[in-house]
Each structure stands twice: as C-alpha cells, then as structure tokens.
C-alpha cells in the first residue's frame, strides 16, 4: 500500500514542509480564437525524489496529456479526441515539458491541471504535487462584432424582427448557416445583408473608436461632397459604413455570411492567428487585418464571398456589377469569359475584360 503525501507550501509545527514543485504558465494570456499557444511545465525535484508520472488534465479531469520519463512524453487519446490535430507535446531540456495547441477556439477555454507523481526514496512514500493555469479564449465573433442599431424609418420592421428572430433562430437550419448564432450582432447582420429587413448595424471595435460617429456625421453630410457619391455612398447606413471601411479605414470590416461560403468565418479565425506562418499570405496581401483576410480569402482561396470594391477612379464598378447580376446570360460571350452568375466571376470579368472594376 502507498503513503501519498500532498505537498503544500503550509507551515507546519516541524517547519516548512519542502516537496518537489511545478510551475505552468503560457507563452501567452490574451488569447482569441485562431491564435496559438505554448504551455510549458516546469519540475523541480529535490534530493532523493523521483518523478513516476507527469499529467496533464482539464476541469473535467480527462489527462490531455502524460509523461512517465522526459522521452515518454505524449498526447493521450482524449486529447487527441478534444484537440484532433491541434495539440502536440515535445521535451526540451533547457526549456521543460511543452503542450502546443494551435487555432484556438472559444469553447477549448479550461482550467488545465499538471499532476506531478514522485516517490522518496528514503522512505518509499509518494506525494503529488499540482499546478493550475486558466486558459482564456476569447470569442472573436462575440467580442469584436459589438453592435450598435442605427434607427431608420426606412426600416420600420426591424425591431419587431429582431425580437422575432431572437426567440426562434434555431428553428431552421437556414438561419445557422447563416451565420447566426443568437446573439444580437448575428442577428442584425442577417437582417441587413440577407433578409434586407434593417440597416446593417454599426460595429463598435475599440480599435475603431471613431467609427459610430463617423457614421453619424456622414448620415448628415454625405451630400456636401461629390467624392462620397463617386465612391458609393447613398446615403444608406449600408453604403457609409462600406465607405468608412475601405475607403476612410474608421470602421473595422465584418466577416461576411453566406450559406454559400459556409467555411468563410472558420477561415477568418484560423488566418488572423496563423497568417505569420506562411510567407505566402503575406505575398498575397494579408497584413493581419480583417480586411486583408477577408480579401485574400474570397479572391485566392476562395472560402469567403467577394465584395464590391468601392475606388473614385472605378465610378461605375458598382452600377455595372448589378446590371451584370441580373443579366450575364444575355451574351454567351460573359459565359465564355468565365462569368458564372457569382459576384466574384462578375468582378473577375469586369476587371480584367471590361476594366469597369479595379483588378
């Protein structure tokens, strides 16, 4: 039969009790959804002490991940089943004990727990000693797409359905896919740019803090000069926010839904924590923005929808791209251009053959 003795830092009549240690920390603690993270778990063992097992475990106590020696390090079964290929576990001597877990997502959020096992050899008795760290992931969806409903009485619907759609957007599928998740921003967005019942919703970002009023401002003003016109905006909170995004940089771009592109939010997540992992991106634009991701995603991997750019030297880019909507199959020669009916086909034809669109 073993003798366990947890190891605290109490003190006790004899004196300090002194015991084998852990300490686990990450490389770092601001953590969103796609982002990347190091645990590294150090040991310290005492004279006459012996590890016998190392683990790592959740807040539900499922091991994540074990090490009996440092060369038997590994992920369990159950991390593997939590994580698939997000999580990989090395050794390194001047370091410790590493977990890796990668594209991070809001629900792998926990409280992990490294266990260490050790025996005294003195007296063969066994302690355990554990270290807790909370892993924080922030929802990017949730916690950047903050919203604010501009009141227009051209929308006079739009409460009543947001109300509606709050109660029942999980009572078809459709909604889902999407985009919508229940919350209030989700909801405004589908509404605005699917189902066309309010205006699109002003983003509230702390890294745009100018935005709302901006927008302000431009409901009122947009008339006084041409440019603003010329570059797409009616006068519609839709239009001024598209221009504060792409042409003014004050208000921050959203994620676009479509059930057409049901991967594009997913990806968006995955690149703004990974878009340093592959010259590649860079090359082809992405500078960790939104938008740059956003672009890059609809015109070279094709998992996000595109958009209508908005340039004062491409005035009629916008007009021409809705006639085109509605009319690519009245000419063959669209179809042999590569026109298929889709936004993107259109902006590829309309750049590069009619050179009504900037490329």
């Not at 576990?89 to 266990?115: E, F, K, P």
């Not at 909370?134 to 916690?143: E, Q, R």
């Not at 509404?191 to 702390?206: G, R």
């Amino acid at each position: 039969m073993r003798l366990f003795i947890i190891c605290t830092l109490m003190f006790f009549v004899i004196g300090k009790m002194k015991c084998a240690s852990l300490n686990v920390f990450a490389s770092k603690t601001d953590l969103k959804e796609g982002d990347n993270v190091t645990i590294t778990t150090q040991v310290i063992i005492l004279p006459g002490e012996e590890i016998t097992a190392i683990k790592w475990v959740n807040n539900q106590n499922i091991a994540l991940a074990s090490a009996l020696t440092s060369d038997l390090f590994a992920v369990l079964p159950n991390g593997k089943r939590i994580f698939d290929d997000r999580i990989s576990a090395s050794y390194q001597s001047s370091t410790g004990y590493l977990i890796n877990l990668t594209n991070l997502r809001a629900n792998d959020s926990m409280n992990l727990t490294g266990v260490l096992e050790y025996k005294k050899t003195t007296d063969k008795t066994y302690g355990e000693v554990y270290q807790s760290l909370f892993i924080n992931v922030k929802d990017y969806l949730k916690s950047t797409d903050n919203c604010k409903l501009q009141d227009d009485s051209n929308s006079p619907q739009c409460k009543a359905m947001i109300s509606w759609m709050q109660g029942n957007w999980q009572s078809d599928p459709f909604y889902k896919n999407n985009g919508l998740d229940g919350s209030l921003c989700s909801i405004l967005n589908y509404l605005s740019k699917v189902e066309k019942f309010c205006p699109c919703a002003v983003p509230i970002d702390s890294q745009y803090p100018e935005c709302p009023n901006k927008v302000s401002w431009m409901l009122g003003n947009w008339q006084s000069n041409p440019f603003y016109k010329n570059n797409g905006v009616d006068g519609s909170v839709c239009s001024i926010i598209t221009y504060l995004t792409k042409v003014e940089k004050f208000c921050p771009c959203t994620v676009p839904i479509s059930s057409q592109f049901p991967l594009c939010q997913n990806k968006v997540l995955w690149m703004l924590g990974n878009w340093q992992s592959n010259p590649f991106y860079k090359n082809h634009g992405v500078d960790g923005s939104v938008c740059s991701i956003i672009t890059y995603l609809s015109k070279v991997e094709k998992f996000c929808p595109c958009t209508v750019p908005i340039n004062s030297q491409f005035p009629f880019c916008q007009t021409k791209v809705s006639w085109m909507l509605g009319n690519w199959k009245s000419n063959p020669f669209y179809k042999d251009n590569g026109v298929d009916g889709s936004l993107c086909s259109i902006l590829n034809y309309l750049s590069k053959v009619e050179k009504w669109c900037p490329l």
